[in-house]
């Protein structure tokens, strides 16, 4: 690490705080594991894996795609000292996947996918936080997915919201939103000030003071229940701290069920780190490249240090990384900061940060999610053509529409279909001068271009003469070498006739074929 950007890494490093703690304390709520659980996790993400990972820009702590696994996997093993010894074995099979270098699978996850996947939080992160940002806080911070466990879905919660506003609410998010967007664009513009002073803490330092304001000008409006409020558990005396540690239980390890949770939270993780380190890539402003199996030992370290300490399970998250990134954060310090002032203000100051509301917080996280879903990705996934755009379209909309593993495993087989079809397509290519046609194979060919040929073979008129050139292609599949035998058995009775150059004996002479290939290119 390096202090070269201190100021900026700093700043993103509040900005990271300030999100992260609402949102690690609603997902140990939603996983039915102790409040603390959560912040131990982040601690642990911020300070232990930020130190053994190769990305710069990276976040990570407890995940939303994990809450259903991990609420499951204590309710089977039976307690949740038993449920740590879980997520420590699952630490050691993540860094036994990272030794053998299993962390190269992620470099075939395509392109179009990724950018899915980024556009696609930016709008879930958008629609989670209307309801917070007009006051009707009765979902969870952190919670990601379409179906709520509440049994309403993203837009019956936004619905539900706009029928119970709650003007105090309204009021900060909407100044805060304003305070944001008149910040950044000042610190466009280059005005050292702005571009000094960290953004998201002077947000939030707006919003407590305002939701203060309230309560003493119109008590009425103010935000007074815990739940429109950050409510982080209070270290009062020994016990307290005591109570914030759990440690596994060894005796666990006689249950074959515990070997089972470990290895489904192991694979989800990895696999969400994964997607989550190539979208961090992309996101960085320094086009860094990271190492995914490095990636996965340091999130099996975490896991490790967070099970025998009493933390939840942690993967890489993308909705950090992106605050992470968008605050301005140039180096892993940043995420390290993050995890020092959890460990700090758990510590020291938890009273102070039960003032601040989730209104304001609800303002960042929007303009973050503005950010990652402009309009113009869109229009250049677009112009990019139906190659990229399908498989980008249909990954935004399952993600926003189920959760995030589901979506990009939806999202993921759309991309390799979408990618073998257009493989396939050009595999063949045909040029046709008068009766002449050259059917060119400019790569290998296998069962899976058959089809495309077969269509092509069929769409030939009676009079045509053929050339079938297959020297550029170093492996024919012999499903290709049956279809064209096929063909040129059955060639003389639909007046056809037909060569072949690099499949049989049989040759054309390398000027015509050099000719219509010529032809074809330039369209003559």
């Given at each position: 690490?390096?202090?070269?950007?201190?100021?900026?890494?700093?700043?993103?490093?509040?900005?990271?705080?300030?999100?992260?703690?609402?949102?690690?304390?609603?997902?140990?709520?939603?996983?039915?594991?102790?409040?603390?659980?959560?912040?131990?996790?982040?601690?642990?993400?911020?300070?232990?894996?930020?130190?053994?990972?190769?990305?710069?820009?990276?976040?990570?702590?407890?995940?939303?795609?994990?809450?259903?696994?991990?609420?499951?996997?204590?309710?089977?093993?039976?307690?949740?000292?038993?449920?740590?010894?879980?997520?420590?074995?699952a630490g050691v099979i993540q860094f036994l996947l990272g030794w053998?270098?299993?962390?190269?699978?992620?470099?075939?996850?395509?392109?179009?996918?990724?950018?899915?996947?980024?556009?696609?939080?930016?709008?879930?992160?958008?629609?989670?936080?209307?309801?917070?940002?007009?006051?009707?806080?009765?979902?969870?911070?952190?919670?990601?997915?379409?179906?709520?466990?509440?049994?309403?879905?993203?837009?019956?919660?936004?619905?539900?919201?706009?029928?119970?506003?709650?003007?105090?609410?309204?009021?900060?998010?909407?100044?805060?939103?304003?305070?944001?967007?008149?910040?950044?664009?000042?610190?466009?513009?280059?005005?050292?000030?702005?571009?000094?002073?960290?953004?998201?803490?002077?947000?939030?330092?707006?919003?407590?003071?305002?939701?203060?304001?309230?309560?003493?000008?119109?008590?009425?409006?103010?935000?007074?229940?815990?739940?429109?409020?950050?409510?982080?558990?209070?270290?009062?005396?020994?016990?307290?701290?005591?109570?914030?540690?759990?440690?596994?239980?060894?005796?666990?390890?006689?249950?074959?069920?515990?070997?089972?949770?470990?290895?489904?939270?192991?694979?989800?993780?990895?696999?969400?780190?994964?997607?989550?380190?190539?979208?961090?890539?992309?996101?960085?402003?320094?086009?860094?490249?990271?190492?995914?199996?490095?990636?996965?030992?340091?999130?099996?370290?975490?896991?490790?240090?967070?099970?025998?300490?009493?933390?939840?399970?942690?993967?890489?998250?993308?909705?950090?990384?992106?605050?992470?990134?968008?605050?301005?954060?140039?180096?892993?310090?940043?995420?390290?900061?993050?995890?020092?002032?959890?460990?700090?203000?758990?510590?020291?100051?938890?009273?102070?940060?039960?003032?601040?509301?989730?209104?304001?917080?609800?303002?960042?996280?929007?303009?973050?999610?503005?950010?990652?879903?402009?309009?113009?990705?869109?229009?250049?996934?677009?112009?990019?053509?139906?190659?990229?755009?399908?498989?980008?379209?249909?990954?935004?909309?399952?993600?926003?529409?189920?959760?995030?593993?589901?979506?990009?495993?939806?999202?993921?087989?759309?991309?390799?279909?979408?990618?073998?079809?257009?493989?396939?397509?050009?595999?063949?290519?045909?040029?046709?001068?008068?009766?002449?046609?050259?059917?060119?194979?400019?790569?290998?060919?296998?069962?899976?271009?058959?089809?495309?040929?077969?269509?092509?073979?069929?769409?030939?008129?009676?009079?045509?003469?053929?050339?079938?050139?297959?020297?550029?292609?170093?492996?024919?599949?012999?499903?290709?070498?049956?279809?064209?035998?096929?063909?040129?058995?059955?060639?003389?009775?639909?007046?056809?006739?037909?060569?072949?150059?690099?499949?049989?004996?049989?040759?054309?002479?390398?000027?015509?074929?050099?000719?219509?290939?010529?032809?074809?290119?330039?369209?003559?």
């Amino acid at each position: 690490m390096t202090l070269k950007y201190l100021n900026k890494d700093f700043s993103a490093g509040v900005a990271v705080f300030l999100v992260t703690l609402p949102l690690c304390l609603g997902i140990a709520l939603a996983s039915g594991a102790p409040l603390f659980s959560g912040l131990l996790a982040s601690i642990v993400g911020g300070i232990v894996v930020t130190v053994f990972s190769g990305s710069e820009v990276s976040v990570s702590g407890p995940a939303a795609g994990l809450t259903v696994i991990v609420f499951d996997s204590i309710q089977r093993l039976g307690s949740y000292p038993n449920f740590l010894m879980a997520v420590v074995l699952a630490g050691v099979i993540q860094f036994l996947l990272g030794w053998l270098k299993a962390g190269r699978l992620s470099s075939f996850v395509p392109s179009s996918v990724i950018s899915g996947m980024l556009v696609a939080i930016g709008i879930v992160i958008i629609l989670k936080q209307i309801p917070h940002a007009l006051g009707w806080d009765a979902d969870y911070e952190g919670e990601f997915e379409f179906e709520q466990a509440d049994q309403r879905n993203t837009f019956s919660e936004i619905i539900e919201a706009l029928s119970h506003p709650n003007a105090g609410a309204i009021l900060i998010s909407v100044f805060c939103l304003g305070l944001i967007a008149w910040w950044d664009y000042s610190a466009k513009k280059g005005i050292k000030f702005f571009k000094t002073i960290p953004g998201g803490v002077v947000v939030v330092l707006v919003g407590v003071v305002l939701n203060q304001l309230l309560a003493l000008w119109f008590p009425a409006m103010s935000l007074k229940e815990e739940s429109h409020l950050v409510r982080v558990p209070l270290i009062r005396d020994w016990t307290d701290a005591k109570a914030a540690f759990n440690f596994p239980a060894f005796e666990i390890l006689a249950n074959p069920q515990v070997y089972i949770s470990a290895l489904t939270l192991a694979i989800v993780g990895s696999i969400e780190s994964l997607f989550s380190l190539e979208a961090a890539d992309k996101l960085d402003t320094r086009r860094r490249i990271s190492s995914p199996n490095q990636e996965l030992k340091a999130q099996g370290i975490g896991n490790v240090v967070s099970g025998l300490i009493g933390g939840l399970p942690l993967t890489l998250v993308a909705i950090r990384t992106s605050v992470n990134v968008y605050s301005g954060a140039q180096t892993r310090l940043s995420s390290f900061i993050h995890g020092l002032l959890m460990l700090l203000a758990v510590l020291a100051i938890p009273q102070l940060l039960n003032y601040i509301p989730l209104a304001c917080l609800a303002a960042l996280l929007i303009s973050v999610g503005y950010k990652l879903a402009k309009v113009e990705i869109f229009k250049k996934m677009y112009r990019e053509g139906p190659d990229q755009f399908i498989p980008f379209i249909i990954t935004v909309l399952a993600i926003v529409f189920t959760d995030l593993l589901i979506g990009l495993a939806i999202g993921l087989i759309v991309g390799m279909i979408y990618i073998v079809y257009t493989n396939n397509l050009s595999a063949i290519s045909v040029g046709r001068d008068k009766e002449t046609v050259l059917i060119w194979f400019k790569k290998d060919v296998s069962f899976l271009n058959k089809a495309h040929l077969k269509e092509v073979l069929a769409a030939l008129k009676p009079g045509d003469y053929v050339f079938v050139d297959g020297l550029r292609a170093q492996f024919i599949d012999h499903d290709i070498f049956t279809t064209l035998e096929e063909f040129e058995a059955d060639a003389p009775l639909r007046g056809i006739q037909v060569e072949f150059k690099g499949i049989t004996r049989r040759k054309i002479t390398k000027q015509k074929s050099n000719a219509i290939i010529q032809k074809t290119i330039t369209g003559e």
